[in-house]
């Protein structure tokens, strides 16, 4: 092997400098080194993934995008663009767990509905088991959940809800059983089912007291929920209007 030592290699006016012909290897030995004062230009896709030195490529070393974008890997390892979503919306898995994405989701409390009575006094008649009889919207964000005509909540989408009937009775006799039923309408399979129920205790005589059965249900379509109460004073007890609903909130 030759060598040449030298200070400076020049091109001939009007040429370039060309080292070695295609196909050479130009090496620069270990402890020895290359130093470019100007610019080097590299063909391109000949920097390999081994060449760059580990948490040395920047941020400013990476493609601009646009403002909330988020960046993942999608098939194959491959860096993949998300483009930001809207207002309001939240980033999910998607149904095959493979990215993530957008979604908008609808609060709960687009279904929510409070029903109430228009005057005091609607009689729980002695031994019986009696409907309670809302016929006031106290409110209706669905706008078609309040069924006043059948004193009901009719519920018109899917999902978790929580429920209740809050009931006050008013005085009556002393060892006074006094007792409010939650009762949820099924539609689907068309059955009803109690499921909840709150007092089954004894009052004082002339007592006044106010009952709250509540429940977390799964409601489908068309599924309706009312209320009864039991009172075995010996006489017709009077339910209070203000202090008494029939109410259901969905939450997912």
Not at 124 to 139: A, I, K, S, W, Y
Request: charged share 15%; glycine share 12%.
């Amino acid at each position: 092997m030759s060598e040449l030592k030298t200070n400076k290699v020049s091109p001939a006016t009007g040429t370039a400098l060309q080292l070695g012909d295609s196909g050479d290897t130009v090496s620069v030995p270990s402890g020895a080194t290359l130093t470019v004062a100007g610019s080097l230009t590299l063909p391109d896709d000949s920097v390999t993934t081994a060449k760059i030195l580990d948490n040395n490529v920047t941020l400013a070393k990476l493609d601009d995008g646009t403002q909330g974008d988020i960046l993942y890997y999608a098939a194959s390892g491959v860096p993949t663009r998300l483009a930001k979503g809207t207002g309001t919306q939240t980033l999910k898995m998607n149904a095959g767990a493979t990215a993530p994405e957008w979604v908008t989701v609808t609060s709960g409390f687009t279904d929510s509905c409070s029903i109430g009575m228009s005057s005091d006094g609607t009689a729980v008649n002695n031994t019986t088991l009696d409907p309670v009889l809302f016929d006031v919207e106290v409110f209706d964000t669905n706008g078609s959940m309040a069924n006043l005509a059948n004193n009901r909540i009719d519920i018109q989408n899917e999902g978790y809800y929580i429920c209740g009937a809050s009931i006050q009775m008013n005085g009556g006799g002393s060892g006074v059983e006094r007792t409010v039923y939650l009762y949820w309408y099924d539609y689907s399979a068309t059955t009803s089912h109690q499921i909840s129920r709150a007092g089954y205790g004894y009052v004082y005589s002339g007592g006044v007291g106010q009952w709250h059965a509540m429940a977390l249900l799964f409601l489908g379509v068309n599924d309706q929920l009312t209320a009864k109460c039991f009172q075995n004073s010996g006489g017709n007890v009077g339910v209070e209007a203000d202090r008494s609903r029939l109410w259901a909130t969905r939450i997912e």
